[in-house]
């Protein structure tokens, strides 16, 4: 029974590290966004900081775009790696 590795072999290893990644990348990129504004906001409560929350929203959906595009392609890569196995 075969697993799916991470190496670099005929299963395309590298190519899941590299879609893994770029689920990480945009989960990072979400959280990064939104760290100017929670700074802001832990500075003065009362702050209302309308252009670093538009660049968090912006960051948030440019973070989960990418991250969801990582993520539906390493399912579909496991997938067709798990097809050509049985």
């Known amino acids: 029974m075969r ?8 299963n395309g290893g590298g190519k899941m590290k590299g879609k893994l ?3 990480f990348a ?3 990129i979400v959280a990064a966004s939104w760290v100017p504004l929670l700074i802001v906001e ?3 409560r009362y702050a209302m900081p309308v252009g670093l929350g538009l660049v968090a ?3 948030s959906f440019v973070g ?3 991250a969801l595009v990582g993520a539906i392609r390493l ?3 496991a997938s067709r790696a798990s097809k050509t196995r049985s």
């Not at 697993?3 to 005929?10: A, D, E, H």
Request: hydrophobic content about 60%; charged content about 10%; overall charge positive.
């Open 26 to 28: 945009g989960v990072f």
């Open 3 to 10: 697993v799916l590795s991470w190496r670099r072999n005929g």
């Open 21 to 23: 990644i770029a689920v």
């Open 75 to 77: 399912v579909i890569h």
């Open 42 to 44: 832990a500075y003065d």
């Open 64 to 66: 989960g775009v990418i």
């Open 57 to 59: 929203l912006a960051g």
